[in-house]
């Protein structure tokens, strides 16, 4: 028991003893950099920031914008940037004091801010597609400009394409079941038409009138209503929104960095 005690208290003050040296070592690291030893505060801030776990956020933001600010005054701007950045992955809502900052460095840092939080931003309202999705998508528009001579040339043909196999074949047999019809009476209307005007018995010539205006009268009817099938297929297809490229209703996350919180944003099309 008195063992377990000893223990117990060797690793507080171990702790205690290590969170002190950490301590020590930012306050020396900002020494450094109040004394313009920039060179020093990059070497040190990196090794002050290989133990961050032990760092509290508050600690590891300071760290950074000390190396960061090190970093701009020699000229590496690049490596300042990146740093500036690992503050924001800290704390996307820190503010460079403009009081105790260069204005060159604080409108540096202001313009990676603006950067950072705007790529947030759109990171979130346009989450990226899958590879899947984005294939499938160009695979229904390349099926839908298939089917666009297809659709002008048959009825319904048009609607396999897009996905709408029910549609397109009662399309196909509306489409055959006036065509044919139409077809028929084309050629018996010829045909009687033939026998009508040469007919000489004047007892035939009613009867063969009535029969060839029959078949004109049949032939007129199945064509119009294999056209008002055709126009109707091509407005449906190329005026109806396809379900698979129009949304009317969305809902998608968005960032608000003003108050460095997550949103729900809703969207309708009318």
């Known amino acids: 028991m008195k063992n377990l005690k000893t223990l117990l208290i060797l690793m507080i ?14 306050n020396e690291l900002s020494l450094r950099f109040k004394n313009f030893e920039y060179e020093k505060v990059i070497t040190d801030s990196k090794r002050i920031l290989d133990k961050q776990d032990s760092l509290t956020i508050q600690q590891q933001t300071e760290v950074l914008r000390m190396q960061a600010t090190a970093f701009y005054s020699i000229g590496k701007l690049i490596n300042a ?14 503010i460079l004091d403009s009081s105790t900052n260069s204005p060159k460095i604080v409108s ?15 990171d979130i309202e346009n989450p990226k597609k899958d590879t899947t ?8 528009l390349q099926d839908y400009k298939d089917g666009m001579l297809r659709s002008i040339i048959w009825p319904g043909w048009g609607h396999y394409y897009v996905d709408e196999p029910l549609k397109g074949k009662l399309l196909n047999i509306a489409a055959l079941v006036t065509l044919a019809p139409g077809i028929y009476y084309s050629f018996e209307t010829a045909r009687l038409e033939k026998k009508y005007l040469n007919e000489s ?17 049949y032939r007129n009817y199945a064509m119009s209503a294999f056209a008002i099938i055709w126009f109707y297929t091509q407005y449906d297809y190329f005026f109806i929104d396809r379900p698979s490229f129009n949304q009317k209703f969305s ?19 009318f």
């Open 133 to 140: 999705d984005i294939i499938l998508l160009k695979q229904n």
């Open 13 to 26: 003050l171990c702790h205690a003893g290590f969170s002190q040296s950490v301590t020590d070592s930012i």
């Open 201 to 217: 018995d004047r007892s035939q010539i009613e009867k063969r009138y009535n029969s060839y205006n029959n078949a004109f009268s």
């Open 251 to 269: 809902i998608a996350p968005a960032y608000d960095p003003f108050n460095n919180t997550k949103i729900i944003r809703f969207s309708f099309q």
């Open 81 to 94: 940037e990146k740093s500036f950045i690992d503050l924001l992955d800290k704390n996307s809502q820190f």
């Open 108 to 122: 540096f840092f202001n313009s990676i801010k603006l950067k950072y939080l705007s790529s947030q931003i759109k």
